[in-house]
C-alpha cells in the first residue's frame, strides 16, 4: 500500500491491523477504540457517521461484524479510510462512502441500518480552543455538522429497535439525552469513563433504541489507568483483541 506525502502507517495493536494517518488531519485517539468495543457484539447492517481513518469499522469488522458502511465527509480522509480497509483486507465486509451525512437520504433509505456508530466533533463552534489545521478543528469543533444533526442522521438511519451508540463529553450529557428523545431514540445504556478512579468522568459511552422503552441503565465506571499510569486490563484487552461488554 503506498503511503502517500505527509502519511504515516500506525498499528492498531488488534489483529495485526495497520491504520495510515497524517498529522495535519484528525488521529484516532483512545475514545474511538472505548465506542467500537462498547456494548454486546456488533451486528449489521452497521452504520458509521464521519467515520475518519475508518477505525471503528476495522474494529467491528475485528469483532465479526459486516455490511458496515462508513460516510465521511472529508475527502481527504475518505481516501485514507478507502485506503485502511484495502489495506487491512476488509474490503468484503467495510464500503466506504464519501459525503455529507446529513444528507443521508442520498444514499440510504430511512430505517437501513440495525446499528448506528458516531464519534462526533465534541465542542459547539464558539466553545474551546481552535486548531489551525482545518482537519484537526472540523473533527472537534461543530462546524460542519452540530450536535442535533448527527442524532437526526441516526434516528433516519435506524431501523425500529435498532441501536445508536455514541462517545461525547460528560458536560453535554443533558443536551444529548434531551435530542435523543426528540427523535426517538431512547437512551437505554449509559457508561462514564474516568481516566482514574478518583477523577471527574469527562466522557462518557451511550446506547440508545429506536423507538424503545423508557427505562435506562448505568454501567459500571469504566476506568482507563492504574494509579501507577498503566492502563487497566479492560482497556489493555481491547488492544489484544479480547475486549467484550
Not at 458502511?69 to 480522509?77: F, G, K, L, S, T
Not at 477523577?199 to 489507568?225: D, Q, T, Y
Request: proline share 4%; net charge positive; glycine share 8%.
Amino acid at each position: 500500500m503506498k503511503v502517500k506525502q505527509g502519511e504515516r502507517i500506525d498499528s492498531l495493536l488488534l489483529e495485526g491491523m495497520k491504520i495510515i494517518q497524517r498529522s495535519d488531519q484528525f488521529c484516532f485517539s483512545l475514545d474511538t477504540i472505548l465506542l467500537a468495543h462498547f456494548g454486546s457484539r456488533p451486528r449489521g447492517p452497521i452504520l458509521d457517521l464521519g467515520t475518519g481513518t475508518a477505525v471503528i469499522p476495522l474494529i467491528l469488522a475485528a469483532r465479526g461484524a459486516t455490511s458496515i458502511e462508513a460516510i465521511e465527509y472529508n475527502p481527504i480522509m475518505a481516501d485514507i479510510a478507502q485506503r485502511n480497509v484495502l489495506l487491512n483486507q476488509k474490503e468484503s465486509d467495510i464500503h466506504i462512502q464519501k459525503g455529507d451525512y446529513r444528507k443521508l437520504q442520498a444514499w440510504y433509505a430511512s430505517g437501513s441500518f440495525a446499528m448506528v456508530y458516531a464519534n462526533p466533533p465534541y465542542r459547539e463552534k464558539s466553545r474551546g480552543a481552535y486548531s489551525q489545521q482545518a482537519g484537526i478543528r472540523r473533527a472537534c469543533h461543530e462546524e460542519t455538522v452540530t450536535l442535533e444533526e448527527v442524532i437526526k442522521a441516526a434516528s433516519f438511519a435506524l431501523k425500529y429497535g435498532g441501536y445508536f451508540r455514541m462517545v461525547h463529553i460528560t458536560e453535554r450529557l443533558t443536551d444529548i439525552l434531551a435530542l435523543l428523545r426528540r427523535y426517538g431514540i431512547e437512551p437505554k445504556r449509559l457508561q462514564f469513563v474516568h481516566s482514574r478512579l478518583d477523577k471527574a468522568s469527562k466522557i462518557f459511552l451511550m446506547e440508545g433504541s429506536r423507538g424503545g422503552n423508557p427505562g435506562l441503565e448505568i454501567l459500571p465506571p469504566l476506568v482507563v489507568h492504574r494509579d501507577d499510569g498503566s492502563y487497566c486490563d479492560e482497556i489493555l484487552s481491547y488492544y489484544q483483541g479480547q475486549g467484550e461488554m
